[in-house]
């Protein structure tokens, strides 16, 4: 295929200079910087909490920065709004996009710019054409006639990418696109990339797909804890490299791990099944082991954990805990057997946010706190005083709601929630999401003290050197099966990602 | 790893220890609603007296309770129901549905209590459809009740047509329980249905207040995916919910009724307005997840003074909506006005949209 | 290396097209069923096919298709008016009054009570969209508010068909080719009304608003300005169809329009409008409207007792209800592109 020329050395499309962002005393973004040329894919990477978030709505006229320089072909611009931004040629194409489910897919594209005729009336044909002919310079088969309601993730994206298209975009920033794609949607993507590319414009890529990156991208621009570390053209650097430029340190010194001897099984999920999401998986988890569920997003992992633990249907296979089989789809059941859930999300699924720390601490333990069918504020306080002593997390009042918390604390929250209940089995989603470094070593020395006390932990992470680090076995999952086991001896980053990916043979990058 | 990223409106999720966006600590705000709650009741005494010389007496406390308390019922179980996030415009449907139910059957000859417990089961299966149609079927409240009470009122107008039972050649409905309509409880001056009310608010505001029910109607108003994910089955919270405030709206029906001494098909046309006003008015948030007992205890006394005081006016029935609909208007315009007008201090501090 | 990229399965013309026909279905299927109700009652009651009942099924209705088109405006961004039949009531009163006090034209009188109306709806507009209060409170309590208005300005008169002009009155009851005035200007407004939905940019935003609040503040919709008119032009139609209350009945007192809101939220629910937004349209509102009335005087043309007919209304908007949500649940997995989470290419 032959190279697309970049502009790389001419007038950067983009220019975004020590761009820095405070929200109180937290420093979101130390030193944000990035060049896009005209012509190229750029790949902007990151472990969470580097700052990539807040560069990026920066770049989206969502944030307005503290300080820093934004260069737009050349010329200084300052975003006062979203609107701003797109009409600088920036478009964002976020990795949930949020179209109009009721409307056509041309009207979803062309929303508030619909083509006139005469009398000032929407023109349909036009539109319906014009919605067409940008399909068709993408190389997409999609009907303009058709409600967006159904869309895939994928199509949505690419009604995003047409828009972004029909606005004379620019510079395209896509957050994580390939996220909830199959393999063969994202070949379609990057093709359309490359399209994007031969018409001169800039796509930053946001992206933890190390050889997605290495094999469609230009340069890649790397940060860590809110500032710009390295950038470079691909050809110049290796994963490695790249690893740990994002990670900065050795990574065991990062997680402790104590070494024990896995007892009895706690866990059996045996061919489990949920129509669309995942098949056929099987596993099992022993007291005082930590099992990790690896895979890219959108293996269905989480998925797993939520008909493990019953708050979803499972469609097929059978799920015991310590021997007992467990209804399906009855979390409760699943808590009195001596399971426990938390959640990928914390915002929606793990805490109220409006709630006190006192009353979500105390959420998961009302049966056992009730007396006499009544419950007392001082027995929640009580236990959520006592665990937020034992998990050191720092609040203000106990009655603050947990959304004055920080994410790092409020994780320390809902994990206080569930150690409340002395589980046999704490299956944990994104231990260390969104949470800064001091707090995530807590909370892995937390996990590492469960199991030293005989807990058996299924962990599920997207961030590899969590997974190695922690983990006693390694199942990975990809696009809803169980491709590979490995224990702890056996995993490394490699065999851990071909299996993610499925690639049979080859190095990664 | 996914991203942090959101696709919608500016005010995304914030990086760590940022400021929250949304609402105040829940108790705070709840105790300063109800401090304006007891001065508006104080005010509304005050007005009471000066317009009319009877309105601090024993007859207007008693008939105030015969007024209002059938109405307060039904505002308890609504509060609930509100406070998951649904709505039930049926109430004073399924109210008169009920009293239709019990005139139908005592005009065919049946006695009195087993009219009243088909009346009650009546209320049940009412409760129940909307309950499932909402918790099961995932239909908007809004729409399912709206339903609803049409099809309770005309069910009730299929049973009564134009009749008012008791009609000419009926027995009278029996002296000891229509009583209650006439003659406090013995040694106060509280009517039977207001005591009833009360002895439920003491019962409805320990379930909300100091039960593992009530932290779960408060998290399932606030985050309702959060409490499937602590094991909470919402659909069936929401379905007794509603079958509750079926029975006890079909149980105001009874009371009404009795204190009338008589029914009709149209009895407590138009009165949800009156009970959604006492809810919201007493501090309820129709977005759901806040409440209070004590809350809703004051704004019934302040309905229901409001109403003895303009009725002693002889102010108009139509007219005295003026008022319920104006506290209603306040007691939505209030907390949201205050945060409109938070935002709008906001907005001109900080430099410009989009920081 | 190339790599064969094809798309997940065709989501071409053969799909889209069956659902906009599905779409259209819903319209034609209403228009279908009352021509069924019609057919049936007729066989039964031949008197129901006559010329003057025909016109009756048209009037009937026309006031509740009229309030329908206003109130689909505002159901489609996701917010509701219970306001409109209280407006009914006031502005068929005070045109009354009007007419008869101040002796005003008549065109005056239309005038008015369109501005009443407006009035009002600019009042909720304003509440809804500055204040962020729930459309459904602010409506339910202008409802009463307004009822009771109403109440005291009337203060126990009426008026009566001596007081109104016979030009005015002569709309409610002068046919053209047989069919009634009244229902030729309902049908006007709701063809305007149809034709501007389907057609300009401004109504087009009023459908993302109600479809997806938040893409449409990102895409730039002034979410304020269109909600605001919506409400506007609802109260504005509503107070029209007072003041052809006011036409058809030659008389008022404080009871005009009464329950005429959840009439109409269950007609336009059976015409296909979603109450929570985003689709549904004026004509399937008016039909639905249609439908309902022709119900209602089948069931008297049939001898059932009129005391069956609010239970049936409220069975048809539970029915209309569920039928939607089972609708679009079986429209969506139709049109879900499959995930493909287990093909490989």
């Known amino acids: ?509 | 790893m996914t991203s942090d990223l959101a696709a919608t409106s500016v005010d995304v999720d914030r990086p760590d220890g940022a400021p929250p966006a949304g609402r105040r600590p829940g108790w705070r705000a709840a105790v300063r609603w109800e401090s304006g709650l007891v001065l508006v009741l104080v005010a509304v005494l005050l007005f009471g007296s000066a317009e009319s010389s009877t309105f601090l007496s024993p007859s207007t406390f008693f008939y105030l309770g015969t007024n209002t308390g059938y109405v307060a019922i039904m505002a308890l179980p609504l509060m609930f129901i509100v406070m998951t996030g649904e709505i039930d415009l049926s109430v004073a449907s399924m109210l008169g549905l009920s009293g239709a139910t019990v005139g139908f059957l005592w005009h065919h000859g049946w006695p009195i209590w087993p009219a009243f417990a088909v009346a009650l089961i009546v209320g049940a299966l009412g409760g129940a459809l909307n309950g499932v149609l909402v918790a099961k079927a995932g239909l908007p409240s809004i729409a399912v009740t709206i339903g609803t009470l049409t099809l309770f009122r005309g069910l009730a107008e299929i049973l009564l047509g134009s009749l008012t039972v008791p009609a000419p050649g009926d027995r009278l409905l029996p002296a000891s329980l229509t009583k209650i309509g006439v003659v406090p409880v013995p040694g106060t001056q509280l009517s039977y249905s207001m005591l009833i009310f009360l002895v439920l608010a003491v019962g409805f505001g320990v379930v909300l207040h100091r039960t593992p029910l009530g932290r779960s109607l408060v998290a399932i108003g606030l985050q309702p995916e959060a409490a499937r994910f602590v094991g909470i089955r919402v659909n069936r919270i929401k379905l007794r919910l509603y079958i509750l405030s079926g029975v006890l709206c079909a149980f105001a029906g009874i009371l009404l009724t009795l204190q009338n001494a008589s029914v009709s098909y149209n009895a407590g046309t138009g009165l949800e307005l009156n009970v959604i006003a006492i809810v919201l008015f007493g501090g309820v948030s129709i977005f759901g997840g806040r409440g209070t007992i004590p809350g809703v205890v004051l704004a019934v006394a302040i309905v229901g003074a409001l109403q003895m005081a303009l009725t002693q006016m002889n102010v108009d029935p139509n007219v005295q909506n003026i008022v319920t609909g104006a506290l209603l208007l306040l007691s939505v315009v209030v907390p949201s006005g205050g945060e409109a007008v938070r935002r709008a201090r906001a907005r001109l501090r900080r430099p410009a949209p989009g920081s | 290396m190339s790599v064969q990229t094809q798309a997940g399965p065709p989501v071409g013309g053969a799909q889209a097209s069956r659902l906009m026909g599905l779409l259209r279905a819903r319209e034609a299927g209403i228009a279908l069923l009352i021509v069924l109700v019609v057919a049936i009652t007729g066989l039964n009651n031949h008197a129901f096919l006559d010329a003057q009942s025909l016109q009756q099924l048209l009037t009937g209705a026309a006031l509740i298709a009229l309030l329908g088109v206003g109130e689909t405006l505002v159901l489609v961004t996701r917010n509701v008016d219970l306001s409109v039949g209280s407006v009914v009531g006031l502005s068929a009163y005070v045109v009354g009054d009007l007419f008869k006090n101040e002796h005003i034209p008549v065109w005056s009188g239309f005038a008015l009570g369109i501005l009443l109306g407006a009035v009002v709806g600019a009042l909720n507009g304003l509440i809804v969209t500055v204040l962020r209060v729930p459309s459904l409170v602010i409506t339910l309590a202008m409802l009463y508010i307004i009822r009771g208005v109403d109440s005291m300005i009337v203060n126990g008169h009426t008026i009566d068909p001596s007081a109104i002009p016979s030009a005015f009155t002569a709309v409610g009851y002068r046919t053209i080719l047989g069919v009634p005035w009244l229902a030729v200007i309902v049908a006007v407004v709701v063809a305007i009304a149809g034709y501007a939905m389907r057609s300009f940019r401004s109504s087009r935003e009023l459908y993302a608003i109600g479809s997806n609040p938040d893409a449409a503040g990102l895409a730039g919709v002034p979410i304020g300005r269109r909600v605001f008119t919506a409400f506007v032009l609802s109260g504005a139609l509503a107070g029209l169809a007072g003041t052809l209350f006011l036409a058809l009945h030659a008389q008022v007192d404080n009871s005009g329009g009464s329950g005429y809101e959840l009439t109409v939220i269950s007609a336009v629910v059976v015409g296909g409008v979603a109450i929570f937004g985003g689709s549904g349209t004026v004509v399937g509102a008016a039909l639905g409207a249609l439908l309902l009335n022709t119900i209602s005087q089948a069931l008297v043309a049939s001898r059932v007792s009129a005391f069956w007919n609010e239970a049936i209304a409220g069975a048809l908007l539970l029915a209309a209800i569920g039928f939607d949500r089972w609708l679009s649940l079986r429209v969506t997995r139709s049109l879900t592109s499959a995930r493909g989470a287990h093909r490989d290419v």
Not at chain 1, 87 to 94: K, N
Not at chain 1, 128 to 146: K, N, S, T, W
């Open chain 1, 1 to 509: 295929m032959p190279e697309i020329q970049t502009g790389a050395g001419g007038v950067p499309r983009l220019v975004i200079e020590g761009a820095t962002k405070r929200f109180g005393a937290v420093r979101a973004l130390e030193d944000g910087s990035v060049t896009l040329y005209p012509g190229e894919a750029h790949a902007l990477l990151g472990e969470n909490g580097a700052g990539k978030s807040t560069l990026v709505k920066i770049l989206g006229g969502v944030y307005r920065p503290d300080g820093g320089s934004l260069l737009i072909d050349g010329n200084p611009v300052a975003f006062n709004g979203p609107a701003a931004a797109r009409e600088a040629g920036i478009s964002i194409i976020y990795q949930e996009p949020s179209l109009f489910p009721d409307l056509t897919v041309a009207e979803n594209l062309f929303m508030g710019r619909q083509p006139l005729g005469r009398a000032r009336r929407i023109d349909r044909a036009a539109m319906q054409q014009a919605a067409a002919e940008i399909f068709a310079q993408l190389g997409v088969e999609l009907d303009p006639r058709r409600p967006a309601r159904g869309l895939s993730v994928a199509d949505q994206q690419l009604v995003e990418i047409a828009k972004a298209l029909s606005l004379n975009a620019g510079v395209l920033v896509m957050d994580e696109p390939t996220a909830a794609l199959t393999t063969v949607e994202a070949d379609r993507l990057f093709e359309v990339i490359r399209t994007l590319r031969a018409r001169d414009a800039a796509v930053l890529f946001i992206s933890h797909r190390l050889e997605e990156v290495f094999a469609n991208c230009q340069r890649v621009t790397v940060m860590r804890d809110g500032r710009f570390v390295t950038t470079a053209p691909i050809e110049e650097v290796t994963v490695d490299d790249v690893i740990r430029s994002m990670v900065g340190r050795e990574l065991s010194a990062l997680f402790p791990k104590t070494e024990t001897a896995p007892g009895e099984v706690v866990l059996e999920v045996d061919g489990l099944g949920s129509e669309g999401e995942f098949e056929d998986v099987s596993f099992t988890v022993r007291a005082g082991e930590i099992v990790a569920l690896a895979g890219l997003v959108g293996a269905g992992r989480s998925e797993v954990a939520r008909a493990v633990f019953g708050v979803d249907r499972r469609s097929a296979g059978t799920v015991r805990l310590a021997g007992v089989e467990l209804p399906n789809g009855d979390p409760l059941a699943a808590m009195a057997a001596g399971m426990a859930l938390v959640p990928e999300d914390r915002r929606q699924q793990g805490l109220v946010m409006e709630m006190g720390v006192d009353q979500n601490t105390a959420l998961a333990s009302l049966a056992r706190l009730r007396r006499r069918g009544l419950i007392r504020r001082a027995d929640e306080a009580a236990l959520a005083a006592d665990w937020a002593g034992r998990l050191q997390v720092k609040y203000g009042r106990l009655r603050d709601p947990a959304a004055t918390l920080s994410g790092g604390n409020q994780q320390k929250v809902v994990l206080g929630k569930w150690l409340a209940r002395a589980p046999k089995l704490l299956i944990i989603d994104e231990p260390t999401r969104g949470i800064d470094v001091g707090t995530k070593a807590e909370v892995h020395r937390i996990l590492d003290g469960l199991v030293a006390q005989g807990t058996a932990v299924l962990m599920i992470s997207s961030e590899l050197p969590e997974v190695l680090a922690m983990a006693d076995r390694v199942i990975v999952l990809r696009e809803g099966r169980v491709t590979a086991e490995f224990a702890r001896a056996e995993a490394d980053e490699n065999s851990v990602m071909r299996a993610a990916t499925g690639q049979l043979s080859g190095a990664a990058a």
